[in-house]
């Protein structure tokens, strides 16, 4: 099975935020995926997506299917001659037979979009603490507009790491040591040598892309 993707439909993985005109630019990078990947339990969301495929939605397609196929035959065999039925009673039958064929036809963006709606629901405490934290960066250290990684070829990758290892810290969350002692020399004012996101590999993989 896919992994599960941080995307949401309903959900941005990127803001840009624009200050008055008199301001200066202060430009940042945020990869939305890496920093969800460090936060704790994020792993469970892929085996809560897993068992939620098992247990509904293929118990969901079956049951439509079987359901199906009853109706369909009942509707064939109530109007073989000599068999007749009233008009109103043969509209609904046929209604109900086209409405589990439509269904049925039409599954996979079904099921894609119940993954995702479901998805969602698992992702939203994680998401609303790290977007929470990201406000309080942005207000803090005076960002004017924050991208995602894909936006341009090249970013100065020490600025895009700022703001990732800004937002890990603000979300007080155990971090690899690696990442820690790259918050430590941000704030000691050293620039911090190795990426966070921005295209760069990080100690635990994005939990989800479906």
Same mark, same amino acid.
């Given at each position: ?22 301001a ?26 897993q ?36 008009? #109103? ?17 039409g ?52 600025? #895009? ?11 007080? +969350?155990?971090?690899?040591k690696? +990442? ?19 295209? #760069? ?10």
């Amino acid at each position: 099975m896919k992994k599960v993707v941080l995307a949401l439909a309903v959900l941005a993985s990127s803001f840009v935020f624009t200050s008055s005109s008199n301001a200066q630019a202060k430009i940042g990078m945020f990869d939305r995926e890496a920093v969800l990947s460090l936060m704790p339990g994020i792993q469970r969301v892929d085996s809560l997506m897993q068992k939620f495929v098992k247990d509904s939605l293929q118990s969901e397609y079956e049951i439509t299917y079987a359901d199906f196929q009853y109706k369909d035959s009942l509707l064939k065999n109530d109007t073989t001659p000599p068999k007749s039925l009233s008009g #109103a009673i043969k509209k609904v039958r046929i209604d109900e037979v086209n409405k589990l064929k439509a269904k049925l036809v039409g599954w996979q963006q079904y099921q894609q979009q119940e993954y995702q709606r479901k998805q969602g629901e698992y992702l939203q405490p994680f998401l609303e603490k790290m977007y929470g934290a990201m406000q309080e960066v942005i207000a803090e250290q005076k960002y004017t507009q924050i991208f995602k990684p894909d936006v341009f070829e090249y970013f100065e990758i020490e600025k #895009a790491n700022e703001f990732n290892l800004r937002v890990l810290d603000k979300m007080k +969350i155990p971090l690899p040591k690696e +990442i820690e002692d790259q918050i430590k020399a941000l704030k000691g004012g050293i620039k911090p040598a190795s990426p966070v996101g921005g295209g #760069a590999k990080t100690p635990v993989k994005a939990p989800v892309k479906n």
